[in-house]
C-alpha cells in the first residue's frame, strides 16, 4: 500500500482572497440594479434606475454597497422616504454586507439622463 502523502515544510498554503474580485462586484452590482428597477417613482411611472436618479452604483470588495442617487426635485414630496426604501430593498440582496445611499443634487436631475425607452413614454422623443 503506497504511504500516505505528507506536507513537506516547503509545500506552500494556497493564498486565500479577502474580498470579491471584479466579476464578483459586477455580478453583484448588476443585481443591485435590477432591485433598483423594480423601485418607482411615484410622480412618475417609472423606475428610478431608468428615470436617470440614479447616478452611481459600486460594490466594493468587502461587498459594501455605495448608491449615489439625486430627485426629481429638492421640493420632491417622497425626499426623505425614497432613499430609505432604495436602502431598505437593496439590502435583502444577501451577498451584500452593507449598503451606504447618498443622496446628492450635484449635478441636478435633468430629463438627459432618462433612458431612451423611458424618454419615449413620457412623449419625449
Same mark, same amino acid.
Given at each position: 500500500?503506497p !504511504? &500516505?502523502?505528507?506536507?513537506?515544510?516547503?509545500d506552500?498554503e494556497?493564498?486565500?482572497?479577502?474580498?470579491?474580485?471584479? +466579476?464578483?462586484?459586477t455580478? @453583484?452590482?448588476?443585481?443591485v440594479?435590477?432591485?433598483?428597477r423594480? +423601485?418607482? =417613482?411615484?410622480? +412618475?411611472?417609472?423606475?428610478?434606475? =431608468?428615470?436617470? @436618479?440614479?447616478?452611481?452604483?459600486?460594490?466594493?470588495?468587502?461587498?459594501?454597497?455605495?448608491?449615489?442617487?439625486?430627485?426629481?426635485s429638492p421640493?420632491?414630496?417622497?425626499?426623505?422616504?425614497?432613499?430609505?426604501?432604495?436602502?431598505?430593498?437593496?439590502?435583502? +440582496? &444577501?451577498?451584500l454586507?452593507?449598503?451606504t445611499? !447618498?443622496l446628492?443634487w450635484? &449635478?441636478?436631475?435633468?430629463? =438627459?439622463?432618462?433612458s431612451?425607452?423611458v424618454?419615449l413614454? @413620457?412623449?419625449?422623443?
Amino acid at each position: 500500500m503506497p !504511504e &500516505p502523502i505528507r506536507k513537506q515544510e516547503t509545500d506552500v498554503e494556497p493564498v486565500r482572497r479577502s474580498g470579491l474580485n471584479s +466579476i464578483e462586484r459586477t455580478v @453583484l452590482e448588476g443585481e443591485v440594479v435590477d432591485v433598483l428597477r423594480c +423601485i418607482y =417613482d411615484p410622480e +412618475i411611472p417609472v423606475n428610478i434606475y =431608468d428615470l436617470g @436618479l440614479i447616478y452611481e452604483v459600486a460594490v466594493d470588495e468587502s461587498a459594501d454597497a455605495r448608491i449615489v442617487m439625486t430627485l426629481t426635485s429638492p421640493m420632491c414630496p417622497v425626499a426623505e422616504e425614497l432613499p430609505l426604501e432604495v436602502e431598505e430593498k437593496v439590502r435583502l +440582496i &444577501p451577498s451584500l454586507k452593507n449598503v451606504t445611499v !447618498e443622496l446628492t443634487w450635484d &449635478p441636478p436631475f435633468s430629463i =438627459d439622463r432618462m433612458s431612451d425607452e423611458v424618454k419615449l413614454l @413620457l412623449g419625449l422623443l
